[in-house]
């Protein structure tokens, strides 16, 4: 095996240091909440994974796919778990 040469390790260096800072001397960028809905208004559209009775689904559910419609949205707690 071969040594590396010094100015080989010297452009090395330079170039670990600044990947390991930068994320220590980036700013932090805080998350805004969203602003709460009113009580009656539209929900913004989102995207969860969907499922059935036989299993998820392979494409994400799009709020917005169901445009004009009733959507009612049941969370259970235990659903598909052994507990």
């Given at each position: ?30 998350a805004k909440p969203p602003e709460p ?19 998820v689904l392979r494409a994400p559910i ?22």
């Amino acid at each position: 095996m071969s040594r590396p040469s010094l100015a080989k390790i010297l452009s090395t260096v330079p170039l670990a240091a600044a990947l390991v800072a930068a994320p220590i001397t980036a700013p932090a960028q805080e998350a805004k909440p969203p602003e709460p809905l009113q009580v009656g208004a539209a929900a913004p559209d989102f995207t969860l994974p969907g499922a059935t009775r036989y299993g998820v689904l392979r494409a994400p559910i799009h709020l917005s796919d169901f445009k004009g419609k009733t959507v009612v949205l049941a969370f259970f707690y235990k659903a598909r778990t052994k507990g």
